[in-house]
């Protein structure tokens, strides 16, 4: 069992009525208090049992893994094999490769990765025909209350956001509110290295992705600002082949749609990333927001 976050005795009885007896629960849990994920390993093989942090987080997962993971290709996205909604737990089959967050690639290597990534989302995201009409509704309204939510990410940061940058903020805010409608799709909502997974074997890579506890329908763009503030930052040729293996260019509304994004997403990253001890996503923030203050000048 894990030192660091040991599994509840309940989880683990409940783990035991779905997959048998279980000989051992190790926390592969992400570094912040939120995540309970555990790698639990029986007689029948490998299942990963999960905790949400919230019952909203729970409903997405849930519904992510019922509806949109069995139409991914085998292998490259877990797959549902139990949920309690009293505990908000799930047991999820395995997605097989290393974490990519950990790999050291080639530059060509990234480019191999970044367009099986857009491969991989642009079906997750599936097509216009795919989403209903209450789906491209909550879609819409994903975008207007991003825009709408700047203010309270600048409350909540107080003076950790410089005037200069809370200006930028709402700059960004104000123009995302005045885009027009933007292709949805079902997104993934964390989609970011941490979240990636490589199988690689001399005869083929594959992709795959997990964490699927923000998927809910949205701008299909939302899922690109994590790569936009992060690996794709003084690296056109990812973006450009992350966009190869999507399968389409993005739209005048989108790019700008991205920007606006980007910077509240910094916004918010800096509000928590300071008090919860977390430098490397506030540093980031900080840089995205830098690198976009010229559009608000």
């Known amino acids: 069992m894990s030192d660091t976050k040991p599994i509840s005795s309940a989880l683990l009885q409940w783990a035991q009525t779905v997959v048998g007896p279980v000989h051992l629960a190790r926390d592969v849990s992400h570094d912040r208090p939120n995540s309970l994920v555990w790698q639990v390993r029986g007689a029948t093989g490998v299942v990963f049992a999960k905790v949400a942090p919230n019952p909203a987080s729970f409903a997405r997962d849930t519904r992510a893994l019922r509806e949109v993971a069995p139409g991914m290709e085998p292998g490259t996205a877990p797959l549902l094999l139990a ?125 795959g992705a997990v964490d699927l506890e923000r998927a809910r329908p949205h701008a299909a763009v939302a899922d690109l600002v994590h790569l936009a503030g992060g690996p794709w930052v003084g690296r ?30 910094a916004a918010s990253a800096i509000s928590w990333g300071v008090p919860n ?18 559009q608000a000048a």
């Open 83 to 207: 949920a309690d909604p009293l505990q908000q737990a799930l047991l999820l089959s395995p997605v097989h490769g290393r974490r990519v967050k950990g790999l050291s690639l080639t530059p060509a290597e990234q480019r191999i990765l970044h367009r099986q990534a857009g491969r991989w989302v642009r079906r997750f995201h599936g097509g216009p025909g795919e989403l209903s009409a209450q789906d491209h509704a909550d879609a819409a309204a994903e975008v207007a209350r991003a825009a709408e939510g700047a203010e309270k990410h600048l409350d909540r940061a107080g003076d950790l956001i410089s005037s200069k940058d809370r200006r930028t903020v709402r700059w960004h805010a104000a123009a995302l509110g005045r885009l027009g409608p933007l292709p949805a799709g079902y997104i993934h909502g964390d989609f970011r290295e941490r979240n990636w997974l490589l199988d690689a074997s001399p005869a083929a890579w594959v992709f």
């Open 236 to 265: 056109p040729d990812l973006q450009q082949a992350f966009l190869a293996g999507y399968g389409r260019t993005l739209t005048d509304e989108e790019r700008w749609a991205l920007r606006c994004l980007c910077a509240l997403d």
């Open 277 to 294: 001890g977390d430098r490397e996503i506030v540093e980031a923030g900080r840089a995205t927001l830098a690198r976009l203050e010229v």
